[in-house]
């Protein structure tokens, strides 16, 4: 510094520290990124692996679940075969790990996902071992109706096996082969079982007529068939990812990050506060 006024070198100095320790400042329309778009799901993956509640939750569905099972079985006389049609992802095993993964290597689904599940290292979610030993043990069958693709089955018995659920066998682990409607699965266990409960975190694991909707048809599905939650479907929380996001991008499959942080926020409703000037 010479006669009190900076230097050339400690202005550029200063401009660099600037660029590379400022970068929001600097971010141009479109340059939005995968990472950006990971932060806004980071509470939400914070809240599914700390918070009480989310154990609360679940061990209140399956609560539920075992009420309605034995008020089902209660009522009926004629002797038949019962199933419980159960999800695999995020209601029997818990994959926040993997999505931890992610937000750290600052990548998004499917990077990460065989590799994971090939490991077998999932942990069962609260209450749903009980219950499902609990159906086991009144006579029901249980078929695990998963969107897994069929090449991971070998990897998913065994991770089920190594929790002791019940019926983790070839004949009751059904997952994708071609579609991601589970319609046809579900069908098949219908063949020779009357199912007493279905239980997932995404509507299409109770019916297709929830599925390829956007936001305000799903909803208004969900209003017209409101009679059946809590009794036959049992749904679980999953705030991290699901068909209810698709919705948000009009069911559009190639969007940039750019593309998705828009639409979420247009999908917000703010109080529009008429105090306010």
């Known amino acids: 510094m010479k006669n009190g006024k900076p230097s050339f070198y400690l202005i550029y100095a200063l401009f660099l520290w600037l660029v590379f320790t400022m970068p929001s400042c ?3 329309e479109g340059s939005f990124s995968i990472e950006d778009l990971n932060e806004q799901s980071l509470l939400s993956l914070v809240w599914y692996q700390n918070a009480a509640e989310v154990r609360a939750l679940y061990h209140q569905a399956f609560n539920l679940a075992r009420l309605r099972l034995d008020e089902y079985l209660w009522e009926r006389e004629i002797e038949e075969k019962y199933a419980v049609v159960i999800d695999i992802d995020e209601t029997v095993l818990d994959n926040t790990p993997v999505h931890a993964w992610r937000f750290k290597q600052g990548v998004t689904h ?7 599940c090939r490991a077998a290292e999932a942990e069962a979610l609260p209450g ?6 609990y159906a086991d043990s009144r006579g029901c069958e ?14 998913t018995l065994k991770n089920l096996k190594d929790l002791n659920f019940p019926d983790a066998d070839e004949a009751h682990v059904l997952l994708r ?15 020779d079982h ?4 279905l239980i997932g975190d995404n509507l299409g694991d109770f019916a297709s007529l929830f599925m390829d909707k956007k936001t305000d048809a799903r909803n208004a599905a969900v209003e017209e068939h409101r009679e059946k939650f809590g009794k036959r479907f049992i749904i679980l929380p999953n705030p991290k990812y699901g068909d209810w996001e698709g919705t948000l991008y009009g069911l559009q499959r190639e969007l940039t990050p750019a593309d998705k942080n828009k639409l979420r926020r247009a999908s917000l ?3 529009e506060n008429s105090q306010k000037k």
């Open 269 to 271: 409703k703010p109080w």
């Open 128 to 133: 749903v071992l009980d219950f499902l030993k």
């Open 177 to 191: 082969k071609e579609t991601g409607d589970k319609e046809p699965r579900r069908q098949l266990v219908r063949k």
């Open 194 to 197: 009357n199912i007493v409960l």
């Open 142 to 155: 249980i078929f695990y109706v998963s969107n897994r693709d069929v090449t991971l089955k070998e990897a």
């Open 26 to 28: 600097n971010k141009k």
């Open 110 to 116: 499917p990077d990460g996902w065989d590799e994971w």
